[in-house]
């Protein structure tokens, strides 16, 4: 990726609370790592440069053990469950890329697998086994959202939380078409992808705080604008050394190709992911979005209009915001319901 020379500002770190990790020693060095954040904030970006830094297992997608295989077979310490998920999940591109052996991968999964923890355990380390390293990521950026899941069940995890504009976000959400409004809301797909990044990352924040010193935060923008001294944070926080410059020769994935969902009409040299929205946005839209998510954006550290000028139809917002928090936090919850998230979830693999 050819990271810009912007003059746009980055989000004030000063003004917010982005978590500085305080570093342990003993096993950290080899603990498996988690890229994780609202999708479409540079999960996949920062992944790839943790790759292309050397020393981590190399699978170019995404697993979705949390959010969709462990809620959708259920029980995994039942063996016929476990059948029924390898049985979909040797078919996927997911392990055509991991390039294992389905024999080996079936019989260590069918005689050790009891949770999704287990279950990536299992195939990201014999993935790192087979390439001859010590370590694993993963960057599924749904697993934000069941960040106690992950601890529960692999209690070593590091997890990184990146964090980018959500107005930023909205734009490439609403353009995707991912987050899906009510029926009647069919013109907000703009408004209902800004809710949907605040409350993500609301969620991931308030789930981190409780890890102390195994969860980090970083700012996508700065990342992009200024890498070396946010990979020096984090070779201190995973205790492994992310160097900027092999990281550019390696240039695994987006790191050589960036993952837009704006890339048509853009040449390598003049791609820049920071701050689409004050040219793609109307006033109107702009204002809506900070009477929106605003206070976010400011906890944050980015900048936003006058909050405190009235917009047209705020109590109309403010009811919008609170009816899809809760039909958010309601989905959460019923997905994490073993008996009921498997009824949620599609058990067809095929397009992992």
């Known amino acids: 990726m050819v990271f810009p ?14 978590a500085v990790p305080v570093v342990r020693s003993g096993s950290r060095s080899k603990a498996p790592v988690f890229t994780l954040g609202s999708a479409r904030s540079g999960t996949t970006l920062l992944y790839h440069m943790l790759l292309s830094a050397g020393g981590f297992a190399v699978l170019r997608s995404e697993t979705h053990a949390f959010n969709v295989l462990e809620p959708a077979y259920g029980d995994l ?53 087979k390439q001859g390293t010590e370590r694993w990521a993963e960057c599924t950026p749904d697993h934000l959202l069941l960040i106690d899941r992950i601890k529960q069940t692999i209690p070593d ?14 734009l490439s959400l609403d353009k995707q078409k991912w987050i899906r409004p009510f029926p009647w809301d069919a013109d907000k797909h703009l408004d209902v992808a800004a809710l949907h990044w605040e409350w993500v990352v609301q969620r991931g924040r308030e789930a981190g705080r409780k890890l102390g010193a ?15 001294p946010v990979l020096a944070r984090l070779s201190e926080f995973i205790q492994q050394d992310l160097n900027y410059e092999r990281i550019q020769e390696a240039a695994i994935g987006s790191v050589a190709q960036p993952n ?14 920071i701050g689409r929205w004050k040219q793609a946005l109307s006033p ?65 693999l095929d397009w992992l």
């Open 77 to 129: 310490t039942v063996p016929r469950n476990r059948k029924k998920l390898l049985d979909a999940w040797l078919k996927t591109r997911m392990f055509k890329l991991s390039g294992l052996e389905e024999r080996e991968i079936r019989a260590k999964i069918m005689a050790e697998c009891n949770n999704g923890g287990d279950f990536l355990r299992l195939f990201m380390g014999e993935i790192a086994r």
């Open 214 to 228: 195994d969860y980090c935060e970083i700012s996508f923008e700065q990342l992009v604008l200024d890498p070396r």
């Open 5 to 18: 020379k912007s003059t746009i500002t980055e989000p004030d770190m000063t003004a917010n609370s982005f």
């Open 157 to 170: 995890a590091l997890i990184i939380h990146i964090i980018r504009d959500g107005r930023d976000v909205a």
């Open 284 to 348: 109107e839209q702009i204002r809506t979005l900070e009477a929106l998510v605003g206070n976010t954006l400011r906890e944050l550290g980015y900048t936003t209009g006058d909050l405190e000028s009235k917009t047209t139809g705020q109590r109309r917002i403010a009811r919008r915001r609170d009816r899809y928090r809760h039909y958010f936090d309601l989905k959460l919850w019923l997905k994490k319901k073993p008996r009921v998230g498997k009824f949620l979830v599609n058990k067809e």
């Open 260 to 273: 837009s969902s704006f890339q048509k009409g853009s040449s390598a040299g003049e791609f820049n992911p």
